[in-house]
């Protein structure tokens, strides 16, 4: 069994259980100041909703970013925790790839807010396995006219005002993405030591900005 968590979106985070028969099962968070006080008492109702065990979990995933500095860290801390605490190995999703699972089509532009002005974004193929255009973070119109011929829009919630057509992913679902893949992974024999796993950010934090400004 997967068990995936997406804190990433800001006030929503989802977590989902993916067994090796497929069936999920996935609960959905809201919490605009933050999910560190909810996050593990929302992990064992969902197990229990699932009928399992938290030593049953084969691997731990996470949405590793980009997306909120403070949001990324508690899922990937979370499940690093969990994944050492019981000796399991983990897989970090990236957030962009995990929207290209949604699509349909063989090429898939995905898009989330990047803040200040800028969105992050990427293509994605139809396996939504390596990037065609590697993850990036620029401006809106400058990533759209870069687009290849039919591919695909999708975004996140409607942070970004995207030009229809667009395909709009509600962020609470991102886990059930990032289960998914993750298992792929995991049966691939790609999952990893937790210990190896870090934040997907793209660019610096705010903070980190700040200092090399003052440097």
């Known amino acids: 069994m997967i068990l995936a968590i997406d804190t990433g979106g800001g006030a929503h985070a989802s977590v989902a259980a993916l067994d090796r028969a497929g069936q999920l099962t996935e609960t959905h968070l809201y919490a605009p100041d933050g999910h560190s006080s909810q996050l593990f008492d929302a992990i064992t109702a969902l197990l229990d909703r699932a009928g399992m065990k938290l030593d049953e979990v084969e691997c731990f995933a996470a949405a590793s970013g980009p997306g909120s500095f403070t949001g990324v860290r508690v899922a990937l801390s979370a499940a690093k925790g969990l994944a050492a605490t019981l000796d399991r190995p983990m897989v970090a999703v990236s957030t962009l790839r995990a929207l290209a699972w949604f699509g349909s089509a063989p090429l898939r ?24 255009l590697p993850e990036c973070v620029t401006r809106l119109d400058a ?29 609470q679902h991102l886990s059930r993405a990032v289960a998914h893949l993750a298992r792929e992974e995991f049966l691939a024999g790609r999952a990893v030591d937790p210990a190896t796993v870090d934040a997907n950010y793209i660019r610096s934090s705010d903070a980190e900005l700040r200092w090399t400004d003052r440097g």
């Not at 975004?155 to 995207?162: K, N, R, S």
């Open 109 to 132: 532009a995905v898009i989330a807010d990047g803040r200040r002005g800028d969105i992050f974004g990427a293509v994605y193929g139809s396996a939504a396995r390596e990037p065609v």
């Open 143 to 171: 990533f759209l006219a870069a687009l290849p011929a039919g591919a695909e829009r999708i975004t996140a919630g409607d942070a970004v005002p995207v030009p229809a057509p667009v395909l709009t992913v509600p962020p």
